[in-house]
């Protein structure tokens, strides 16, 4: 199965057609070369909403008393996550699982609205030094550290250059 394969709305219907004149699902999932759990889905949400419920949907912005109400009606009800998406009209059980996972292990803060992504700076770096100017050992510790990358980096080159050399010679 190919995955992350855009579909149109005339060829979803086409399929739905096919199955409501009694294709089954495994033939046209062989013939299509598509998931049987993708076409169930198709065919649920066209059942709930005609047409409209197979357009491609844009990112919807759940509120946490949405999301809150979601997780706590799919608890009560013991209803599936495919049951529980087509009845609050979530296009994937992956949003409901995951709020699921959130609100089991945080509670009601996992629910919460994030904007944006997470930052990755860590916020206790040490600030560095630029108030007072460096002390007389502080200037030559930095200098002595210059000097000594500069000669590693020379001897390392120096090195390169000796080795090339005795490889050209080799060759001849």
Known sequence: ???NRKHGTEFKLQIIKDYQKGNSVTSLSKKWNISRSLITKWTDHYLLSGAKGLLAKRYDYYTTSFKLKVVKFSKNKGLSLRDCCLQFNIPTQSTLSSWISKYEQMGILGLREQKGRP????????????????TRLEELEKENLYLRAENDFLKKLDALTREKQTQQSKKR
């Open 1 to 3: 199965m190919t995955k």
């Open 119 to 134: 930052s990755t700076m860590k916020k206790d770096k040490p600030a560095a030094k630029k108030d007072k100017p460096l």
